[in-house]
């Protein structure tokens, strides 16, 4: 068990965050509805409960769902746990947990608290190319695009602090913040912070890691201008969102503007601390929507007139179609395109475009299919495909059946009476009710929202 909920903790966390964290975690008993998991020193105990415990409890508990709790306990690999507290344990009670601890595979130990270098400079290099000049302006990103120009303009005014900018992957959210950036360091005349809140959490544990933690706060807080990229990351991160609701009252409070990005809107940040998610919401949230073919054709035209290069309209047309999820893929395609012209010497066609851009095309026309959806929650559940279209109502198929019309519509392009359709004739008003009913339960209850996930991520893949 515990070797799968590493795998995923890695994949979610990314490899390095998990050695350094969670590769140190060994596993100790289970006793009646608990775990006991060690960790080498207080430090990374404290630091794995602040900004795993609650995930490693649901991973727990959806690989082994007697086990409802983790306890994190301080305890060298190679050496017993800590002896149970108060005197009249018994005498035998530490040999046994000893024994258990022992037979574990040894982790390696790690070095207390090193000294970590904490850069002084907080001014994180901006991308030149990021600029409000080449930011493409449409329907989908204007209101965005006019917010950013304004912060940059006249930073901390009333009503645009914090400016909270959201939307999908790829749709520009960096390169207004790094324009926002680039604008005011023009001017030069204030100071500005801009780091992923990844970054925030690496610089927050080096801090600590090397007691520095007065200087960091100090640093974030002397900057006129803070911009947090990619919010989501913290979430689950207890320890880093709480420091960064202090930065970001102690800044706002100062006057200074905050810029923060991310995937979702302050309500749906589910996941943030609800005083942290309140206060982003309290100055401008502005969405940038998914891009429009309009849009599409307008970035590529720009792009591909900054690189000297003739593409035709056709060429331009037939990308702006083919790749519709997100800017940088499109861009991707372009640059492709432009290397191979001035590589090989030869004009764009279309035919030529097909061919060079061969297997990106082939992933974007994949689509899953409601047969395929159909068969792997069937499986997963262990029910039969018929019963995906049976008039059965029982629970143990009904439940599977509303998990494969939820993920028909968020994974297909099916329309509701489409998808009822394929449900054995079902109404459309089904599927809605599927859809919310799923969307609810995953909500309440963790280790279902596991599950859905995971077949999503294997229909997807
Ligand atoms: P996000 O941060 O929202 O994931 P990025 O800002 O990194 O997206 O944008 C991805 C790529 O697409 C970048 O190279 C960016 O310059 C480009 N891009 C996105 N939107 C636009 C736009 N409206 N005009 C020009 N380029 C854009
Ligand atoms: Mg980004």
Known sequence: ??????????????EVEYRTWLRQITVGPVEEDEITLYLPTRFLRDWVRGQYGDRL?????AEVPAIRRVELQVARADTAPPAPEGEDAPVSA????????????AAPVVDEPRQAEVRTDLAAPLDPRFTFDTFVVGKPNEFAYACARRVAERPSSPGFNPLFLYGGVGLGKTHLMHAIGAELLREGRVSVAYMSAEKFMYRFIA?????????????????????IDDLQFLIGKDNTQEEFFHTFNALVDAGRQIVVSADKSPSDLSGLEDRLRTRLGCGMVADIHATTFELRISI????????????????LEFLAHK??????????????????????????????TQDVLHDILKAHDRRVTIEEIQRKVAEHWNIRLTDMSSARRARAVARPRQVAMYLAKQLTSRSLPEIGRKFGNRDHTTVMHAVSRVTELMEQDPAFAEDVELLRRMLES
């Open 1 to 14: 068990h515990w070797s799968r909920i590493c795998e995923r903790l890695k994949a979610e966390v990314g």
């Open 57 to 61: 409890g649901t991973l727990w508990n």
């Open 94 to 105: 530490p040999a046994v947990a000893r024994e258990k601890v022992v037979s574990m595979p």
């Open 207 to 227: 801090a600590i890691r090397s007691q520095s933690t007065m200087e960091f706060k100090e640093q974030l807080r002397s900057v006129d201008v803070l911009m």
């Open 300 to 315: 590529l035209e720009a792009k591909a007139s900054a690189s000297g290069v003739v593409v035709p309209a056709k060429v």
């Open 323 to 352: 790749i519709t999820s997100n800017v940088r893929e499109l861009e991707g395609a372009l640059n492709r395109l432009i290397a191979h012209a001035n590589l090989f010497g030869r004009s764009v066609t279309l035919e030529a």
